[in-house]
């Protein structure tokens, strides 16, 4: 017994996606696939910008911040799960399931911050762009990546100290990693007033960080609808375009997921969301800013002939 964390149990058992043994090779396979290039694009993104001078502008380091936090949300989740497809029991102390969910945490947030803040940067962009470059200033952009990795972290010590609160009374987590909602689903105690707290803290992450990037989105094509010419219209809206997908992508599964009661969707659905925005949006955001960026692209090329 920890007497520290007053849990009944000291480890928890992490029922995977399936425990259909047919199926362990298959999907090992294919989320090993899908981790490789989650690995390769935003690795590979994150450095183009940085060794590309025409992309060194805020945009863009936005963007390679993106990068990154997807990098390391998709590592604290899918290595573990590989490894659970072909262990034969999947064993995770309670230190390390409380810390998998901490780090977890602190980079899912920090995604919602992010993207509002390029929201941000395409509004001042598009809807005042004789002074963005004076609003967008170094010092700025510095700043306000600083304050979305902060509340990250601020987020992430809130949620996960109240899950150190609770007691556990069973050990298996029927689901393929330690998340608020299954863990809750073990403890023996009461669990109301931390469903609820964790609902609002959810609640505001999600409703907020989301209706600020409606809001911009809304004067962003305010703006765009009074620009003369088709040409300037449709360059305006491709800058664009791939930030919406990507917002549109990880709000939905996220709000699916979270901004509801614990009882409203069955196991496999709350696994089809969690796999959605863990593994496939971070593996799909660089494909969309480099495939639908025609600035990236250009950079891309010019970096590989000089290479090759």
Do not use: W
Not at 93 to 100: D, H, R, V
Not at 218 to 238: E, P, Y
Not at 273 to 298: C, Q
Request: proline share 3%; net charge neutral; glycine share 4%.
């Amino acid at each position: 017994m920890a007497v520290g964390n007053q849990s009944m149990v000291t480890e928890f058992i992490l029922g995977g996606l399936t425990n259909r043994p047919e199926l362990q090779l298959p999907l090992f396979l294919l989320f090993l696939g899908i981790y490789l290039v989650t690995m390769i694009g935003n690795v590979g993104l994150f450095v183009l910008i940085c060794l590309s001078p025409q992309l060194h502008s805020p945009m863009y380091f936005f963007l390679s911040n993106l990068s990154l936090v997807d990098l390391c949300y998709s590592s604290v989740i899918t290595p573990k799960m590989l490894v659970n497809f072909v262990a034969e029991q999947n064993l995770l102390s309670y230190a390390s399931c409380l810390s998998q969910l901490y780090f977890f945490l602190v980079f899912v947030i920090a995604e919602c911050y992010m993207l509002t803040v390029m929201a941000y940067d395409r509004y001042v962009a598009i809807c005042s762009p004789l002074l963005y470059s004076a609003i967008m200033s170094q010092s700025l952009c510095a700043l306000l990546v600083a304050l979305v990795y902060a509340m990250g972290i601020i987020g992430a010590t809130i949620e996960t100290g109240l899950m150190l609160q609770l007691s556990y009374c069973e050990q298996l987590i029927r689901h393929y990693f330690c998340d608020i909602l299954p863990l809750m689903k073990l403890s023996c105690s009461s669990t109301y007033d931390i469903e609820l707290t964790v609902f609002l803290l959810a609640g505001f992450n999600i409703i907020v960080t989301g209706a600020t990037v409606l809001v911009s989105y809304a004067f962003i094509v305010s703006s765009i609808l009074r620009i003369s010419t088709t040409a300037g219209r449709a360059k305006a809206f491709s800058t664009c375009s791939s930030h919406l997908a990507a917002v549109g992508m990880f709000y939905g599964s996220t709000a699916f997921m979270y901004l509801k009661p614990s009882t409203a969707t069955s196991l496999a659905q709350e696994n089809m969301a969690s796999i959605f925005y863990t593994t496939v949006i971070p593996m799909l955001n660089p494909l969309i800013y480099s495939l639908r960026n025609k600035e990236v692209k250009d950079a891309m090329h010019k970096m590989l002939r000089k290479k090759f």
